[in-house]
């Protein structure tokens, strides 16, 4: 307790004038309370402030929405809206105040309890490397109704019918990979947005300029699960908040623009046991990979199509999901091979990190629910020695997309939808509430509302279908 008033005592005296209170709902939605620190209380601070969460995806019903957010005091990380506003947020866990049990559809629980069972059974850590990518344009306009849809994209770094001038450096609509400044507008803003996470204590390894134009990547150190998480989410707040103080429209969509890359959330993952991999293995038959990794690996691609719902819950998830832009398809593993599901790292080939990197999560997945199941499926497939080579999953390293037509459709494929993702969740669950992590119930809901955003979706008329249909 007294540690707990020493922590206020010293916000207060600091000017620190509120604490925000951020938590995430089911879907990855990030939610705020914000408290004047004066009305703040040692007690509220230490058991939780209490709120509504009626109206929070996947938490409560009109009927039982009192919950409690309990802030976790490691996660406290200051910064300012405005230049008369120095605040404090802190992540919470949800809790039932009746049971005073963490809740139970939150997805930091969900994460944490998943990191518990691993622990349990392995007497081991994960460790996360991720790669968050996205866009930044100058502007983007967006309008539809009955009668009107239209939108529109505004960036300078490839020439436009806004911007013909060639004054300025301009790159390939694929061309932009590692570009310089002053052809590669994103790098301000990334060293500003880099800046920030250092201070708050995100490490970043580095940052660069992606293949497409105005698409850019931030990738961030490694780290245990759930802080990995909390890094996540507080990145891509303050990534929309830098992008407002410079004027610009960014976005984490997966495939904003037709012909252009797409923008992923590659994960690169590892069990560590006493600081070494378990994923490493000095005379493993392949690339140093030891049997639990492959056993790993094999759990992954198995449970892919199920997995999917949780690390690409969007219908524009799917535009991305296609060949010819280092995007994954199908499902194998191979050693640097860009277009492979699992991706094992060339660079990384030591016995303290080696990892496999997972290639087909993006930015609208919950990084809490997405990392627990990656970590599940994985976990399953060491429970049952499942073999990726006896699977059909490689390992292959030459590019399958020079393969003849017969031996790529022997490869298993990732969904082509979302409502296809869906019900492979709904068709493979048993890996995710086999140990109570997740409920049926829980999942068969999850389940149904990304069928009902497609069915959504189908319903839309675009411009697209005008231009090619309004003639028939």
């Excluded at 309990?70 to 802190?90: A, R």
């Excluded at 997966?254 to 994923?279: A, E, T």
């Excluded at 997995?307 to 191979?334: D, H, Q, Y």
Aim: with cysteine; net charge negative.
């Amino acid at each position: 307790m007294s540690s707990i008033k020493e922590k206020l005592d010293k916000f207060i005296e600091n000017g620190f004038s509120s604490i925000n209170l951020h938590f995430t709902d089911i879907f990855g939605g990030f939610h705020t309370l914000s408290i004047p620190l004066t009305e703040l209380t040692v007690d509220e601070l230490t058991a939780g402030v209490p709120f509504d969460s009626s109206s929070v995806p996947g938490f409560g019903h009109i009927e039982n929405g009192d919950m409690i957010l309990k802030p976790d005091m490691d996660t406290v990380f200051p910064y300012s809206l405005t230049e008369d506003e120095n605040i404090i947020g802190i992540i919470c866990n949800v809790i039932e105040p009746d049971t005073e049990k963490s809740l139970t559809t939150s997805p930091r629980t969900i994460l944490a309890q998943t990191e518990l069972l691993i622990q349990k059974e392995l007497n081991a850590q994960s460790l996360w490397l991720p790669e968050p990518e996205f866009y930044l344009f100058d502007d983007v306009s967006c309008f539809y109704n009955d009668l009107t849809a239209m939108y529109k994209f505004q960036f300078t770094e490839v020439i436009n019918d806004d911007d013909l001038s060639l004054k300025n450096s301009k790159i390939g609509k694929n061309c932009g990979y590692h570009s310089s400044y002053p052809a590669d507008k994103g790098y301000i803003f990334r060293r500003a947005l880099t800046s920030i996470l250092n201070e708050l204590g995100i490490n970043v390894r580095y940052h660069h300029h992606e293949v497409g134009a105005a698409q850019n990547e931030i990738e961030l150190l490694p780290e245990t699960s759930v802080k990995t998480a909390d890094n996540l989410v507080i990145f891509k707040y303050f990534a929309k908040i830098i992008a407002n103080n410079f004027d610009l429209a960014i976005t984490f969509m997966p495939k904003p623009l037709f012909d252009f890359p797409g923008s992923g959330l590659h994960f690169h993952q590892w069990l560590s046991k006493n600081g070494k991999s378990l994923f490493w293995a000095q005379n493993g038959k392949y690339i140093h990979l030891s049997t639990l990794a492959s056993n790993y690996i094999a759990g992954l691609l198995y449970h892919a199509p199920a997995l999917a719902a949780l690390t690409n819950p969007s219908t524009n998830s799917f535009k991305r999901l296609v060949p010819g832009f280092e995007a994954p398809t199908k499902l194998f593993f191979g050693l640097g091979n860009r277009s492979a599901s699992v991706r094992i790292p060339k660079y990384v080939d030591n016995s303290a990190e080696k990892c496999i990197e997972y290639r087909p999560p993006d930015f609208t997945c919950n990084p809490y629910l997405a990392m627990a199941g990656m970590l599940l499926a994985g976990l399953d497939g060491i429970r049952k020695k499942l073999d990726p080579q006896k699977l059909g999953f490689g390992p292959f390293d030459d590019d399958i997309t020079m393969w003849d037509s017969e031996r790529k459709n022997r490869l298993k494929s990732l969904p082509d939808s979302l409502s296809d993702a869906a019900n492979a969740l709904l068709g493979d669950c048993e890996f995710l509430t086999v140990d109570g992590i997740l409920t049926e119930n829980i999942i068969k809901a999850y389940a149904e509302h990304l069928i009902d955003d497609e069915l959504e979706m189908k319903e839309r008329i675009t411009p697209f279908e005008i231009a090619k249909y309004f003639g028939v």
